[in-house]
């Protein structure tokens, strides 16, 4: 059974920093792009950041440009979302999503979700 289990949210003060993990069963991570996306109350899902399968090329949203940051551990069969620099608007539900053989923003079409993590920016 192919699953993406997200955990590390929490609350957190404005200017602290989350690390989001994105762990993998059932499938090797290697052969998918993996997106971070999230949805607060009352807005649509946004699609935060990606990372490919092929050349590891990532994307980044303007909103978290400059303060997140995409990993992957292929050995722990894990991507890894860097959030610093946090600010209450990035409170949200985070979701990560696998692509298979996808490439960022070009063929990447999500077949496979996590459960979402709540991530509270709030002092």
């Known amino acids: 059974q192919l699953q993406l289990v997200e955990s590390g949210g929490g609350l957190v003060q404005p200017g602290g920093s989350l690390r989001l993990s994105c762990a993998a069963s059932g499938f090797t991570l290697d052969y998918y792009a993996i997106g971070w996306f999230r949805q607060a109350p009352g807005k649509e899902r946004e699609k935060i950041s990606c990372?490919?399968?092929?050349?590891?090329?990532?994307y980044y949203a303007d909103s978290v440009k400059g303060r997140f940051t995409i990993s992957r551990d292929n050995a722990k069969n894990t991507l890894y979302l860097h959030m610093n620099s946090l600010k209450p608007e990035d409170t949200a539900v985070y979701y990560c999503a696998a692509a298979y053989l996808g490439y960022c923003n070009v063929y990447d079409t999500y077949a496979y979700w996590g459960q979402g993590t709540q991530v509270t920016v709030s002092s």
């Open positions: 990372i490919s399968s092929s050349d590891g090329s990532t």
